[in-house]
């Protein structure tokens, strides 16, 4: 059989190989499989013959003890009252109890060898550490500090994360002011006299902080202070599966033990290695509204490189605050990701309010404040005063200890349906987890990894998207 489906029974046997002793033994405890199911079954696999007897004698060992028992004292009825007899009640109360007992015996065998090699602390500092002050750490943080655990917040930047300071808030800020302008010139199409706007750009970006300044207070150190939380500044790292150390702010060094961790790290602007980019002076949708509120004017001429959500709302905004705007993506339609009429409209409204939409064309190199780019084999130089990269997130990794401890990445932490990494205590919610970088997801998410966190050994959550 592995010689003619190998191919297709690799998942499975790499997965017997790393949990067969797990698989059997909990298949030995269901009654409704029978045992000669099993034995045919794991005779397929490649589970070493020793691991396959000494899991299946203590399986059917136990099982064999519960269900024998039951059968005995059902056999020994001999009149109505012996229904009510306290053996046969017992032998019921073992049968409800014995898939309970079984689910948390495999769960502890599972945990001890997870965890070997690590020396569990004999205290906690800590319920929960949280790892990162955006919207996933922040409702993980909040949910913990409300059924009173003790709960500490680590921030290396600013609290709020990317909705607040650079993404949710602002963004839709100076989408307003661009729309308002762009209503402006289009006036008579509501009886009115229509005009060209005039405005001074420093107002406008001055408005966008203050969208900024006046959500901050709501995320704020002090506030979530104020509802039990530790905050701490500084940069996190996690040691073992219990301890995080902090290096903060003022210098010192702080270690703490706790009994779960939540990594809600988020994620930064990908960057794509392009050549000549780095002396460009490129601007991402984590730098642009620093360096656009030292600006007295719009830049004359922008590219914008990447089509998707976050390159198409600002290439728009700056196109209607009098930028000429070019877009240029890789793929065949802007907004990949959706559905194809919504592309479409996208790029129609893209194209009305003046932005020179490039889809198609994959971008090869910069020449100082000049974008090289191709399409069929065509190549087209495009110049610009500012680029802004926008051509996707990527979660925040590295520096956290995750390496140290093996816990698998890729694009982002490998989580379970419970947002469990290999470790059961140690969570992720948000950018960093995925699978949807949004920030409503984030908070929903952080539900599930703070709940799952807190209150996993009695029940845990499937996240549910």
């Known amino acids: 059989v592995q010689a003619k489906f190998g191919d297709k029974l690799r998942s499975i046997n790499e997965g017997v190989e790393r949990d067969g002793a797990f698989y059997l033994f909990s298949l030995r405890l269901i009654p409704a499989i029978p045992f000669f199911v099993i034995n045919l079954a794991m005779g397929l696999?490649?589970?070493?013959?020793?691991?396959?007897?000494?899991?299946?004698?203590?399986?059917?060992?136990?099982?064999?003890?519960?269900?024998?028992?039951?059968?005995?004292?059902?056999?020994?009825?001999?009149?109505?009252?012996?229904?009510?007899?306290?053996?046969?009640i017992g032998s019921f109360v073992a049968l409800g109890l014995f898939p309970w007992i079984a689910r948390w015996l495999?769960?502890?065998?599972?945990?001890?060898?997870?965890?070997?090699?690590?020396?569990?602390?004999?205290?906690?500092?800590?319920?929960?550490?949280?790892?990162?002050?955006g919207a996933a750490g922040l409702v993980s943080s909040?949910?913990?500090?409300?059924?009173?655990?003790?709960?500490?917040?680590?921030?290396?930047?600013?609290?709020?994360?990317?909705?607040?300071?650079?993404?949710?808030?602002p963004s839709k800020a100076l989408i307003k002011s661009a729309k308002v302008a762009q209503l402006m010139r289009d006036a008579d199409h509501y009886g009115l006299e229509a005009t060209q706007p005039a405005f001074d750009f420093r107002k406008v970006m001055a408005r966008v902080h203050g969208a900024i300044a006046a959500i901050e207070p709501n995320d704020s150190a002090e506030r979530y202070t104020g509802l039990g939380v530790d905050v701490v500044e500084g940069y996190a790292r996690i040691v073992d599966p219990w301890t995080v150390e902090v290096k903060r702010s003022?210098?010192?060094?702080?270690?703490?033990?706790?009994?779960?961790?939540?990594?809600?790290?988020?994620?930064?602007?990908?960057?794509?290695?392009?050549?000549?980019i780095k002396t460009t002076g490129y601007l991402t949708s984590d730098t642009l509204w620093d360096a656009m509120a030292k600006r007295d004017r719009v830049p004359e001429r922008m590219v914008v490189l990447g089509g998707g959500p976050i390159g198409c709302e600002l290439a728009q905004s700056f196109a209607r605050l009098g930028s000429r705007v070019t877009l240029v993506e890789m793929a065949p339609r802007v907004m990949i990701r959706e559905d194809e009429d919504v592309a479409a409209l996208a790029t129609e409204a893209l194209t009305a309010s003046g932005v020179e939409v490039l889809t198609g064309h994959k971008a090869l190199r910069?020449?100082?404040?000049?974008?090289?780019?191709?399409?069929?084999?065509?190549?087209?130089?495009?110049?610009?005063?500012?680029?802004?990269?926008?051509?996707?997130?990527?979660?925040?990794?590295?520096?956290?200890g995750l390496e140290e401890l093996g816990i698998e990445t890729g694009k982002t932490v490998a989580v379970n349906e419970y947002l469990e990494t290999?470790?059961?205590?140690?969570?992720?919610?948000?950018?960093?987890?995925?699978?949807?970088?949004?920030?409503?997801?984030?908070?929903?998410?952080?539900?599930?990894?703070?709940?799952?966190?807190?209150?996993?050994?009695?029940?845990k959550f499937k996240a549910d998207f």
């Open 45 to 88: 696999t490649p589970m070493r013959t020793f691991t396959y007897y000494w899991v299946s004698q203590i399986g059917m060992f136990l099982g064999t003890v519960v269900f024998v028992n039951a059968g005995t004292q059902l056999a020994q009825i001999d009149s109505l009252a012996g229904i009510a007899s306290p053996g046969l």
């Open 106 to 133: 495999m769960g502890a065998l599972k945990r001890r060898r997870v965890y070997s090699g690590w020396r569990k602390p004999s205290r906690y500092d800590r319920n929960m550490v949280v790892i990162g002050a």
């Open 142 to 169: 909040l949910i913990a500090s409300t059924v009173k655990a003790k709960v500490t917040l680590v921030e290396a930047h600013k609290m709020g994360g990317d909705c607040l300071n650079f993404g949710c808030v």
């Open 250 to 276: 003022d210098g010192e060094i702080q270690r703490l033990t706790t009994r779960s961790i939540v990594i809600a790290t988020g994620a930064a602007p990908f960057v794509p290695p392009l050549p000549g």
């Open 366 to 400: 910069f020449d100082g404040k000049s974008l090289v780019v191709e399409n069929d084999g065509i190549e087209k130089t495009i110049k610009f005063d500012d680029v802004l990269v926008a051509v996707g997130r990527a979660a925040r990794l590295t520096g956290f």
């Open 422 to 459: 290999r470790f059961p205590n140690i969570l992720a919610a948000g950018d960093v987890a995925g699978p949807y970088q949004f920030t409503h997801a984030a908070s929903h998410t952080a539900w599930y990894a703070s709940v799952n966190a807190l209150f996993g050994l009695f029940r």
